[in-house]
Nanobody, 124 residues
Framework: EVHLVESGGGLVQAGGSLRLSCAAS????????IGWFRQAPGKEREGVSC????????YYADSVKGRFTISRDKAKNTVYLQMDSLKPEDTAVYYC?????????????????WGKGTLVTVSS
């Protein structure tokens, strides 16, 4: 079974940076996409970024393009989300998720496995 563990969340001032990590284990042949979602209080969970394990293709939500960068370390089975120029509206619980297809990895329903989340708080 796929197991995902997030780390790297915390409190940062607006304009600052954080790097989230997602350590994965138990991958099977049917998992190609790994991504990050976030959920702020009172809001729906939204796709932030995801990456294909097979070819490295990456997706970014419009709200984070140019500020966030997703990357993967195949040897460590870890996916990172580098978050720069953070804004108060980036405050949320960030979840790592994995699913079968890169083409649906931006939708919560497209992901089958989920981590427990890590809190990111950006102060103004």
């Amino acid at each position: 079974e796929v197991h995902l563990v997030e780390s790297g969340g915390g409190l940062v001032q607006a304009g600052g940076s954080l790097r989230l990590s997602c350590a994965a284990s138990g991958f099977t042949f049917d998992v190609d996409a790994i991504g990050w979602f976030r959920q702020a209080p009172g809001k729906e969970r939204e796709g932030v970024s995801c990456i294909s394990r097979s070819d490295g293709s990456a997706y970014y939500a419009d709200s984070v393009k140019g500020r966030f960068t997703i990357s993967r370390d195949k040897a460590k089975n870890t996916v990172y989300l580098q978050m720069d120029s953070l804004k108060p509206e980036d405050t949320a619980v960030y979840y790592c998720a994995a699913g079968a297809s890169y083409y649906t990895c931006h939708r919560p329903r497209g992901m089958r496995y989920w981590g427990k989340g890590t809190l990111v708080t950006v102060s103004s």
